[in-house]
C-alpha cells in the first residue's frame, strides 16, 4: 500500500495568514493525488484534483502543487470558515490511501 | 443538482453484519463510481472499496477482502455496501462518495451513516 504523510498533523493560525501543508507518497504518484477539508460532523469536501487543478466553485486562496511523491496544499488568506483538517489522498494504486489528516485551528 | 443521501445508524452486536445503503440522484448513474469511506471516531479516513455500476465490478481494500460486498442496483440507482463478522474496531461512519467514471476524486458524498458495533 502506499502510504501517505501528511505534515504537520496540526498547525495554529490567524485570519489572513498564508498556510501550506505538505504531503508526501512512498512512491512516485505522478499527480495522482487529492486535497480534501471535513468540518467537524460533516463529510469530506473535494477542493484540488490531480494535485493543481481546483475544483468547481472552490475560492482561489486554495491551491495545491507537487509531483511525483511530494505535494503541497496552501491557503493564502485565511477565512474563518478555513479552520478545519484537510486530507491529502492519492489514486495511484489500490488501495486508495489518504494522509492522517492535519487539523487547522484558530490561533 | 447531483446528492448521495444514506440509510441511518446502526447498532450492531459483534460478529453481525450491517448493511448500509447509498442512494443517487441527479445525473447519469451509469456514469459513476460509487467508493465507500469509514472514519473510527476521531481517526482519518480509510478506503473500503468501490463500485462501478454499469460493470457490476467491485474493488475492495485488502483489509476487507473476504468481509465486505459492494454492489450496486441499477434501476434504484442505489449502492450498497455490506460489513460481516462485525467487531468494535468496525465502529465509525461509513460514507459513500462519487467519482466520475475515468476520474478518481471524490466530488459528491453522503451524510455518513454511523454504525456502532457493541455487545
Known amino acids: 500500500d502506499i502510504q501517505m504523510t501528511q505534515s504537520p498533523s496540526s498547525l495554529s493560525a490567524s485570519v489572513g495568514d498564508r498556510v501550506t501543508i505538505t504531503c508526501q507518497a512512498s512512491q512516485d504518484i505522478t499527480n495522482y493525488l487529492n486535497w480534501y477539508q471535513q468540518k467537524p460532523g460533516k463529510a469530506p469536501k473535494l477542493l484540488i484534483y490531480d494535485a493543481s487543478n481546483l475544483e468547481t466553485g472552490v475560492p482561489s486562496r486554495f491551491s495545491g502543487g507537487g509531483s511525483g511523491t511530494d505535494f503541497t496544499f496552501t491557503i493564502s488568506g485565511l477565512q474563518p470558515e478555513d479552520f478545519a483538517t484537510y486530507y491529502c489522498q492519492q489514486f495511484d494504486n489500490v488501495p486508495i490511501t489518504f494522509g492522517q489528516g492535519t487539523r487547522l485551528e484558530l490561533k | 443538482q447531483i446528492q448521495l443521501v444514506q440509510s441511518g445508524a446502526e447498532v450492531k452486536k459483534p460478529e453481525s453484519s450491517v448493511k448500509v445503503s447509498c442512494k443517487a440522484s441527479?445525473?447519469?448513474?451509469?456514469?459513476?463510481?460509487i467508493n465507500w469511506v469509514r472514519q473510527a471516531p476521531g481517526q482519518g479516513l480509510e478506503w473500503v472499496g468501490k463500485?462501478?455500476?454499469?460493470?457490476?465490478?467491485?474493488t475492495y481494500a485488502q483489509i476487507f477482502q473476504g468481509r465486505v460486498t459492494i454492489y450496486a442496483d441499477k434501476p434504484t440507482t442505489t449502492a450498497y455496501m455490506e460489513l460481516s463478522n462485525l467487531t468494535s474496531k468496525d465502529t465509525a461512519v461509513y460514507y459513500c462518495?462519487?467519482?466520475?467514471?475515468?476520474?478518481?476524486?471524490?466530488?459528491?458524498w453522503g451524510q455518513g451513516a454511523l454504525v456502532t458495533v457493541s455487545s
Open positions: 463500485i462501478i455500476p454499469i460493470l457490476a465490478m467491485p
Open positions: 441527479g445525473g447519469n448513474f451509469n456514469n459513476y463510481v
Open positions: 462518495a462519487r467519482s466520475l467514471s475515468g476520474t478518481y476524486h471524490f466530488d459528491n
